[in-house]
C-alpha cells in the first residue's frame, strides 16, 4: 500500500512557473514508476508525465514538453513535477499516481495509487 500527498498547487499568471511535489509513504517508493496526470473542469483526466522507477526515460504528453520537467527523488519518497511557461489552458487538478512496476506508463488504469489531488490555475 502506498498514501500519495500531492502540494504545490496554486494561482499563478500565465508565464509563470510552479513546483508540485507528491509524497509517497508505505511500501518502498523505489519499486514503483510515478506519473502526474491532470483534469480540467468538465473534461476526463489525462496523462502529463511519467519516469520509471530508475528515473531515466521520462515520457510527456505532447503539450508540455519542453515546459514540464517530471523528476524523483527515491531518497525523500517524492516525486517532483516542475511547470514552467504556465498557460491557462494548463488549469486543472493535478494527481499523483504509483505504479507498482519498473517501467513508466501513460495509461491510468496501470497505475495502482492515487493522490487526492492539488488545485494548479492559470490566469491570462
Known amino acids: 500500500q502506498v498514501h500519495l500527498v500531492e502540494s504545490g498547487g496554486g494561482l499563478v499568471q500565465a508565464g509563470g512557473s510552479l513546483r508540485l511535489s507528491c509524497v509517497a509513504s508505505?511500501?518502498?517508493?523505489?519499486?514503483?514508476?510515478m506519473g502526474w496526470f491532470r483534469q480540467a473542469p468538465g473534461k476526463e483526466r489525462e496523462f502529463v508525465a511519467s519516469?520509471?522507477?530508475?528515473?531515466?526515460?521520462?515520457n510527456y504528453r505532447d503539450s508540455v514538453k519542453g515546459r514540464f520537467t517530471i523528476s524523483r527523488d527515491n531518497a525523500k519518497s517524492t516525486v517532483y513535477l516542475q511547470m514552467s511557461s504556465l498557460k491557462p489552458e494548463d488549469t486543472a487538478v493535478y494527481y499523483c499516481a504509483a505504479r507498482n512496476d519498473r517501467w513508466l506508463s501513460v495509461r491510468q488504469n496501470e497505475f495502482d495509487y492515487w493522490g487526492q489531488g492539488t488545485q494548479v490555475t492559470v490566469s491570462s
Open positions: 519516469i520509471p522507477r530508475s528515473g531515466g526515460g521520462t
Open positions: 508505505g511500501q518502498s517508493f523505489s519499486s514503483y514508476a
